[in-house]
């Protein structure tokens, strides 16, 4: 049963097929993954693509993902199709630029970051905040596991991006919401009430604001929501263009497609033209965002708009430029010390991975790759609380490189820098659960075990024991029933 408060507001939001919304709010939530394919080039098969992302694939049903090995590997990750279209609106506004620095302020556990990870490119840099401990480890793992090395992942309240005035090009904020847009849950239900919604529109705008600052003057905010709510999207978003003198930036929408063949039920909205698009354009006091609805679309409930940051600003100290972050002015008092790239971390590491110079240091005892210059890294670890500064490449023990799991994951591991192993799917999942690996003919020593051609870890092959080098903390803890078919 859907909250009688919320069936009395949808039936007179001018946009939406209240009918209609209720009737696929009912039904089941497709599935959806988005293909890593800086490590799957394989043909996709078999599975309809989502309309508005080209690495993006509907599954016939929901998988047991956490039995594949692939999923592990970052080969793909199980993400909503709605919210792909993040993807597809930073393509659309950032289109010909490169080097950017982008934030997302909100990101576990993994979905747009990951995302936004492969579109920024080996040249770019991905902040990835959570503001939540435990979330943000999480957000480190899907981090890890994508692998592309140009990701630092941040704990952090919004309020401390002030300490970087001025420094990003853009930024992502998937807002905490209502959860509207995930009624199909009774979960999201049981959580909902007008009381709550009204405190997520006071939470966003206060989140958005705080990290305002930071933004770049000319740069972009994209701003997402999984709710339905005016009051959480295209009120919040008219009123930060108000406050901030924003300007809205319109999208080209995916022409419509027929959805009747894939999802029965779907209907067709009382707004639709021929040629036009599933999704909704939501227009308020000027400004423009886009609606994702169930049974128009199908993926799960979602609003998203874009504003561009007005080039001139007031002066004041919380608009003050980031003239040359060399310099190291203005430090927010987080760290003291500053890294500087290592010669001889640098020589161990050119063998093995595709790492410039001018990011390979030693940091806390350990090689580690940064995911963008040092003195870049530097100036902003002064200010943040990083958790994940990059991709570890490893630790030397009595002169011996022991290999982290972090260059396993990452597409910059260079190929044959490792003796390599394949598994099968038992001993595949064998090695992901901790267990004893039963494997002959092994090369003894560090070794890179594969499924399919991806990497999965290390081991160390002793000649009598085989140890295990996959995290502790990511082991596959349930059992795994028989009988399972493979998604890719």
């Known amino acids: 049963m859907l909250p009688s408060e919320f069936l009395e507001r949808i039936r007179t939001q001018a946009y939406i097929d209240s009918v209609g919304l209720v009737k696929a709010l009912s039904g089941p939530a497709a599935t959806s993954v988005r293909i890593n394919v800086r490590k799957w080039s ?31 590997a970052g080969v793909y990750y199980p993400q909503e199709s709605s919210s792909m279209f993040a993807g597809e609106m930073f393509r659309q506004l950032t289109a010909g630029k490169d080097g950017l620095r982008v934030l997302d302020l909100c990101g576990a556990p993994g979905g747009k970051s990951t995302h936004l990870a492969h579109l920024v490119g080996d040249d770019g840099l991905l902040v990835a905040n959570e503001v939540i401990r435990s979330r943000a480890a999480v957000l480190a793992e899907n981090i890890t596991k994508w692998g592309t090395g140009n990701v630092m992942v941040t704990n952090a309240d919004p309020s401390r991006f002030a300490l970087l005035p001025d420094f990003f090009d853009v930024i992502v904020a998937d807002a905490p919401c209502s959860g509207e847009g995930m009624f199909r849950s009774p979960v999201a239900v049981s959580e909902w009430s007008v009381h709550n919604a009204r405190l997520c529109s006071e939470r966003q705008r206060r989140i958005v604001m705080e990290a305002w600052p930071s933004l770049k003057p000319g740069g972009i905010l994209i701003y997402s929501t999984c709710t339905f709510n005016p009051a959480e999207n295209e009120e919040n978003i008219a009123w930060l263009a108000s406050v901030a003198g924003a300007r809205s930036l319109p999208v080209t ?18 707004g639709s033209i021929p040629g036009g698009s599933n999704i909704v354009p939501i227009r308020f006091s000027g400004i423009e965002g886009y609606g994702f609805h169930p049974g128009r679309i199908r993926g799960e409930g979602f609003f998203i708009a874009a504003l561009r940051k007005p080039e001139a600003l007031l002066k004041g100290p919380a608009h003050t430029r980031v003239k040359d972050y060399r310099k190291g002015a203005g430090s927010g008092g987080h760290r003291k010390e500053s890294l500087k790239p290592s010669k001889e971390a640098f020589a161990l590491t050119a063998p093995l991975a595709t790492f410039g110079s001018e990011r390979v240091v030693m940091l806390n005892g350990k090689i580690t790759a940064l995911a963008t210059e040092a003195a870049l890294s530097s100036f902003i670890g002064e200010r943040l609380p990083v958790i994940k500064w990059g991709t570890m490449i490893g630790e030397l023990k009595k002169n011996d490189l022991v290999p982290a799991h972090d260059i396993a994951m990452s597409v910059r591991m260079r190929e044959g820098a490792w003796p390599v192993f394949p ?52 082991r596959i803890r349930m059992e795994i029933p028989p009988g399972l078919e493979e998604i890719l």
Do not use: C
């Open 42 to 72: 394989q043909q996709i098969n078999g599975y309809e693509r989502v309309e508005w992302e080209p690495d993006g694939f509907y599954l016939p049903g929901r998988p047991l993902f956490t039995a594949d090995p692939l999923f592990h």
């Open 423 to 474: 598994l099968s799917l038992e001993q595949a999942l064998s090695y992901l659960r901790l267990e004893p690996l039963k494997v002959s003919s092994m090369p003894e020593g560090r070794v890179l075990v594969t499924y399919r051609g991806v990497p999965l870890g290390f081991v160390n092959n002793l000649g009598t024991r085989v140890n295990n080098g996959y995290p502790q903390g990511w």
């Open 253 to 270: 929408l995916p022409d419509a497609k027929s959805l009747s063949a894939t999802l029965p039920g779907v209907r067709s909205h009382p």
